[in-house]
């Protein structure tokens, strides 16, 4: 998901697909990759419509998304701004 593959450059869309692997594909053979591209589009749409995320305040990225910035964020940055200290 980077273009040099540090895990740093994009924690979310890391975190996101870390999530979509272990909690959903990785618990299932598919006997083609038809049937993988299916489960997947199926899971994207549960992962952002219906599973509520403690970083969302408990909403779905969907309704965070069509609320903001009324939902407060709770997911932590990782992105250090030129002027900051170094994360221990």
Not at 42 to 57: A, G, I, K, M, T
Request: with cysteine.
């Amino acid at each position: 998901m980077t273009e040099n593959g540090d895990p740093l450059e994009n924690p979310i869309a890391e975190r996101v697909n870390g999530i979509i692997k272990e909690e959903y594909l990785n618990h299932y053979r598919y006997p083609t990759i038809n049937d993988l591209e299916e489960k997947l589009c199926q899971v994207v749409l549960l992962y952002n419509d219906e599973r509520p995320h403690s970083s969302c305040s408990m909403f779905t990225p969907t309704k965070t998304h069509e609320q903001n910035p009324a939902i407060k964020r709770n997911w932590k940055t990782y992105y250090r701004s030129e002027n900051s200290a170094p994360v221990p």
